[in-house]
């Protein structure tokens, strides 16, 4: 089992910044990505971007290349969305998930919610215009 708690979210207004976090807890050792998704009301879950664990190498959504961050403190067990140049098409609950470690990664799993195992409850960010 991983427990993971989002924190972070808020009211901003557009052009600002905002760094969510994501504190992982259990059978962390076992992850082999986090990822960060996103969903609007009456929308689908989407991909955010994601980081291996072991590695640190990331990758994003095109929607978010560029203004969006992901890192990770190995020692804290904490993976962070820093996100700038907020624009209110970003307004939704972002939600962290773990991936975790498996003998075959079918492509494009690490891209959709159904390829991950835990999930943080969300964090509202709502981007006023």
């Known amino acids: 089992q991983v427990q993971l708690v989002e924190s972070g979210g808020g009211l901003v207004q557009t052009g600002a910044s905002l760094r969510l976090s994501c504190a992982a807890s259990?059978?962390?050792?076992?992850?082999?990505?986090m990822g960060w998704f996103r969903q609007a009301p009456g929308k689908e879950r989407e991909f955010v971007g994601n980081i291996r664990w072991s590695v640190g190498v990331t990758y994003y959504a095109d929607s978010v290349k560029g203004r969006f961050t992901i890192s990770r403190d190995n020692a804290k067990n904490t993976v962070y969305l820093e996100m700038n140049r907020l624009i209110p098409e970003d307004t939704a609950v972002y939600y962290c998930a773990a991936f975790l470690n498996r003998r075959t990664i079918v492509a494009g799993s690490l891209l959709r919610p159904s390829g991950y195992d835990y999930w943080g409850q969300g964090t509202q960010v709502t981007v006023s215009s």
């Open positions: 259990g059978r962390t050792f076992n992850t082999y990505a």
